[in-house]
């Protein structure tokens, strides 16, 4: 899979994805980084980019024509390299607070993709003529304003890459288990067996796998229930006979 970034910080996104596992996945060629610095495509001898907000209201936009100059540039290059058919609609995602939030199933309807491009806002945002032209999902990573769409854009990076095959060990595992899907994870614990007076919960050393599993369930169900409610209350929607069910059989208790 390639990603490609248009930003005017490429040394962010190559720095930030560089280290641990995409980089070392990067190095294996399981998928690559180019990120652009759309400051290339400035047209004037300042290697200007923004400008004032017709209207009037405080800070710069991001001009149109170097955004577009630049995405034409990612395709020419993908035509020219990889074959890619100059008339293929690329999906483009923009990171924006005012997008649709992310979440793991865009994550990994994001990874089905041979090649994504990724735009990154800076100061007040883009003109919105190019976003049109251009953008096919806006995206949001959550209810809070950044000074740029460089560490979204990375988010969605990260994200996306350890879905694709081979980029997380086999003790890593990118799938979840069916049935904690839509819940979050239960608790873990790892040496030393006695922490601050602490001990690990007796289920887990008991070699009984059954149990485990159950144990593993109930805490994901309280932790879900106590801080996503809105999680919760869609996952017993779903799986409410089987639920029920365990809970007459007195295995899980919530
Ligand atoms: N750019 C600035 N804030 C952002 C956010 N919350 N999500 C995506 N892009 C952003």
């Not at 962010?12 to 641990?20: A, R």
């Not at 035509?79 to 100059?86: K, L, T």
């Not at 993709?113 to 945002?125: A, Q, R, S, V």
Request: proline content about 5%; hydrophobic content about 35%; some cysteine.
């Amino acid at each position: 899979m390639r990603f490609h970034v248009m930003t005017l910080f490429p040394e962010m996104i190559i720095n930030g994805l560089s280290e641990s596992i995409t980089g070392r996945a990067m190095e294996k060629g399981l998928f690559s980084v180019n990120a652009v610095n759309m400051r290339d495509f400035a047209n004037n001898k300042y290697n200007h980019v923004d400008d004032y907000t017709y209207g009037g209201g405080a800070g710069m936009l991001i001009q149109p024509g170097p955004v577009y100059d630049t995405y034409q540039h990612i395709k020419d290059k993908l035509a020219r390299e990889h074959n890619v058919d100059m008339d293929k609609k690329l999906r483009v995602l923009y990171m924006t607070p005012t997008g649709t939030p992310f979440n793991q199933s865009m994550a990994e309807e994001f990874s089905k993709e041979e090649d994504l491009i990724i735009l990154c806002g800076h100061y007040e945002g883009i003109d919105e003529r190019v976003i049109e032209e251009i953008v096919t999902d806006n995206v949001s990573i959550g209810d809070f304003v950044l000074t740029g769409g460089e560490l979204p854009a990375m988010m969605i990076i990260d994200a996306v890459s350890r879905l694709i095959p081979g980029v997380l060990g086999c003790d890593e595992s990118a799938v979840y288990e069916s049935f904690y899907d839509g819940l979050l994870e239960y608790p873990q614990y790892t040496r030393p067996p006695v922490f601050m007076g602490k001990e690990v919960p007796e289920v887990l050393t008991s070699g009984h796998h059954q149990n485990i599993e159950y144990w593993r369930l109930e805490q994901s169900l309280k932790r879900t229930k106590e801080r996503r409610p809105d999680l919760y209350e869609a996952y017993v929607e779903k799986n409410k006979q089987t639920l029920e069910k365990l809970i007459k059989k007195g295995k899980i208790h919530i």
